[in-house]
């Protein structure tokens, strides 16, 4: 066992994980040696069409055997039918102990339950939503799942770290020799960042589409020279799970509360100036900071450079009115999103790769001046968990949460002080997702607090004057004063979850529940 | 003087908004043991409100309960669990009777002397919710000390005047201005009735206009979102608090000069716009002279 410098206690060797790296600080791990690199292969003009007529002969085409890993992206969300339909093949030809390496699961796989128990699948490397965590934390799987940030996902392809055997690419649109487009396409999902580094380092790509088009595709993301194998099916999801349609702005009046709060900060900093970039996500109090802000910027005559990361109509809206220049489009969740993408050139599509892998010559997370992200938990060292609920049990992905905040300026994690009666600030968060040391700020209905290593920060919202300011102690007390403590998560030792840290280290583990 | 340009009703019995209702920094919450509770459920309510209200944790909020009605047999054991908290006020519904406030002035002494309270500590708000009670204002708000202010009813004065809500609530454009008109012949607050619809922003900004016209000092909120709206009507600009600095401060100058003629620029100022001008830096949280108060 080894203490890492998240003070976390860990093994050195976690069966069905292998040898632990432990996590030593976020900027300490740098790599060695050479990226992977994936088998050549050759094309000649004797061959000028890769369609397949079902996912079974792309199965059988791609080599696919037990024990391999297979490779997914999440853009189709709780939509995507892909998945469970190629799963369901896998265990139909009998194939098993595969490990799926997703971008994200979501609702819609919960079933892949009955493919976990038949042991169709072995092990899932990727975040694990809802049903699927659930199972997993009462010990539903053999071998722990692992958790990688957006970042880290790609470092870990492109370092060797995991070796797709075959990525399946759920395409909107591809032509039949495997030009993939997002933006187009009855099932478009916009950007299709997170595949980029499956399509490229994967030893097969099946691509599988539901709008065949004639050769060449338009608005190209993925193109021919990567793709092995184009299967059209009926349908690759549903729309109404794909995107959502208007994104509002919540009307909760705490959720606008701890946003105001939270714009208060990003006005008091020395980042809210003439070139601003930014980043939230699209859950209510995220986007409430961005309707603050924006009306800040118009207030304050401020233009802002680039808004970054998943990106929604409330972004697009602020780069038509000019508060932004551009926009970089990892990942596209609503309308107005896919059909910019497809339209504005200033609507940057990036690879996960672009967007946050820490081992490249520079991401763009870098470039970030000020996100805004959310939390389950958060301790007394800043400490962030996203991954496990107040019961321990792991239901969250990681996302681009390290990622963001290990690369922006200013930090800023919301949450409200309490879920219920649950404390959301404790002495010592059940599992950490991000380390204290690369946020800065804790923004919750009862107050700021800000890391005691950002002196600057709390001189300028000392300045600004309406930031109301709080220690974390202060936040910590008033949420026991208001609840009480809560009684310890009982575990058994076996380890169910392993939480990479973005470079591949580990910093925090998940034990499977006891049985109550 | 006291800013009450907001005051949000806080249901009894909702934990959550009780301890978070002061964050949106109305200028005061009513803790509500009355409408917003179920006749089953107002012993568990009277004891979180209790509770909570001895935390004391409010911000510079007023802090206040509105009680059960004194035709009911509630009053008296929400006032003694209540008042010995060491609150701000009570806010009694459906007054009616000017009587009923000497009883209630005598109740709250007593309690207030066993708590060792202050004695006159607890104010006392009166919701005129009927015909009757809108008819006695003035003898209602001069019946105890402790008034601090009189309010008129919504949908229960509605009822009472055998009428139903309009879309610009023309029926209680004649209760209203009693209301003011009483409150201010008493030397008391006048404070409008809450605006129902909770979505509807530009409606309740038209409607605090209009009440801040007739001589309103501010409204009960029903929603934290309403606060910033009713915020931004009563609260003078940059414009009017300067001009009313410069009033101010000249008719100080002109006493402390020993001068009973106010000038500024160059006009004479009666002493009337001197009051106002006073009473806009306070709306404007400011003191004559500009300080914060």
């Known amino acids: 066992m080894t203490v890492n410098a998240a003070g976390r206690n860990i093994p050195d060797s976690i069966p069905g994980y292998g040898e632990v790296n432990h996590f030593q600080g976020h900027d300490k791990r740098t790599p060695e040696g050479n990226r992977y690199g994936k088998k050549n292969r050759a094309s000649f003009n004797s061959k000028t069409d890769k369609i397949l007529p079902d996912i079974r002969a792309a199965i059988s085409a791609s080599g696919l055997e037990s024990g391999m890993t297979v490779s997914f992206h999440h853009h189709l969300r709780n939509g995507d039918y892909v998945v469970n339909a190629v799963m369901d093949a896998c265990a139909e030809m009998g194939i098993k102990d595969l490990v799926i390496f997703p971008t994200a699961l979501f609702g819609v796989h919960k079933h892949l339950t009955r493919h976990i128990q038949s042991g169709v699948i072995r092990q899932i490397q990727g975040s694990v939503n809802g049903p699927i965590g659930q199972l997993a934390s009462e010990g539903g799987m053999e071998v722990p799942v692992v958790l990688r940030s957006h970042g880290g996902r790609p470092r870990a392809v492109t370092s060797g770290d995991v070796v797709i055997d075959v990525a399946f690419i759920a395409a909107p649109t591809s032509d039949r020799y495997g030009n993939i487009s997002g933006a187009v396409g009855k099932s478009a999902c916009g950007s299709l960042g997170y595949a980029h580094s499956d399509a490229e380092y994967a030893e097969c790509v099946v691509a599988i589409t539901d709008n065949l088009v004639q050769y060449p595709a338009p608005n190209i993301h993925i193109p021919q020279y990567y793709v092995d194998y184009v299967v059209p099916v009926e349908s690759i999801g549903d729309p109404a799970g794909i995107v959502s349609g208007t994104t509002r702005v919540t009307r909760d009046p705490m959720r606008l509360l701890i946003a105001r709060n939270a714009a208060k900060l990003i006005e008091s900093s020395q980042y809210f100036r003439n070139g601003i970039s930014f980043q939230t996500g699209a859950g209510g109090i995220s986007l409430a900071v961005a309707a603050y802000v924006r009306e800040a910027m118009r207030e304050r005559g401020i233009k802002g450079s680039f808004g970054l990361g998943g990106i929604t109509e409330f972004f697009v809206d602020m780069m038509k009115e000019g508060l932004f220049e551009r926009l970089m489009d990892v990942q596209s969740f609503d309308l107005a999103a896919v059909k910019s993408i497809g339209e504005n050139p200033n609507h940057i599509e990036i690879s996960a790769d672009w967007y946050a892998n820490p081992w490249n010559a520079g991401c763009a997370v870098n470039m970030l001046d000020t996100v805004v992200l959310g939390a389950t938990e958060v301790d007394r060292n800043f400490n962030v968990n996203v991954n496990t609920e107040a019961d321990g049990a792991l239901l969250h992905g990681i996302g681009g949460h390290q990622d963001t905040a290990a690369g922006a300026q200013l930090t800023i994690i919301t949450t409200p002080l309490l879920r219920g009666r649950i404390p959301c600030a404790v002495d010592s968060v059940y599992t950490v997702t991000t380390p204290g040391e690369v946020v800065d700020a804790i923004v919750t209905e009862f107050g700021v607090a800000i890391n005691p290593k950002r002196q600057d920060l709390i001189d300028s919202a000392r300045e600004a004057g309406d930031v109301p300011l709080v220690s974390m102690d202060e936040l910590i007390e008033k949420a026991k004063g208001l609840t009480g403590n809560m009684s310890p998560v009982e575990t058994d030792e076996r380890i169910i979850g392993v939480v990479e840290y973005r470079d591949g280290t580990v910093i925090d583990v998940v034990r499977q529940l006891k049985k109550k | ?293």
Not at chain 2, 132 to 139: E, H, N, Q, R, V
Not at chain 2, 180 to 202: E, F, K, S, W
Not at chain 2, 258 to 266: E, M, R, S, T
């Open chain 2, 1 to 293: 003087m006291r800013l009450r340009r907001t005051k949000l009703y806080l249901p009894g019995n909702n934990p959550n908004m009780l301890l978070r209702g002061h964050l949106f920094e109305p200028d005061g919450v009513i803790l509500d043991l009355e409408d917003a509770v179920a006749m089953s459920e107002k012993d568990s309510a009277r004891i979180l409100v209790r509770d909570v209200l001895k935390r004391g944790d409010f911000g510079n909020c007023e802090v206040t309960v509105r009680i059960n009605g004194m035709d009911t047999d509630l009053w008296r054991t929400d006032i003694e669990t209540v008042v010995p908290c060491g609150i701000d006020g009570i806010r009694i519904p459906k007054v009616e009777n000017p009587k009923d406030m000497a009883l209630m002035d005598e109740a709250l002494s007593e309690i207030e002397s066993k708590a060792g309270i202050p004695a006159g500590r607890t104010l006392v708000f009166c919701l005129l919710e009927t015909a009757l009670g809108i008819w006695k204002a003035f003898d209602i708000a001069t019946a105890s000390k402790r008034i601090a202010a009189i309010c008129p009813g919504g949908e229960d004065l509605r009822a009472d005047l055998k009428t139903t809500r309009s879309e610009n609530s023309e029926e209680l454009i004649g209760p209203r201005r009693m209301v003011v008109l009483a409150a201010h012949a008493a030397g008391v607050d006048a404070l409008d009735t809450v605006y129902a619809n909770i979505t509807d922003d530009a409606g309740l900004r038209r409607e605090t206009e209009w009440v801040k016209q007739l001589g309103f000092q501010g409204k009960s909120v029903i929603h934290p979102n309403q606060i910033q709206v009713i915020h931004d009507v009563f609260t003078p600009t940059a414009k009017e608090i300067e001009q009313a600095k410069k009033i101010v401060d000249a008719a100080a100058d002109a006493a402390s000069r020993g001068l009973g003629a106010v000038q500024v620029d160059g006009k004479m100022v009666d002493k009337p716009v001197v009051r106002r001008a006073e009473y806009t830096l306070h709306r404007a949280g400011l003191k004559s002279g500009g300080e914060k108060q």
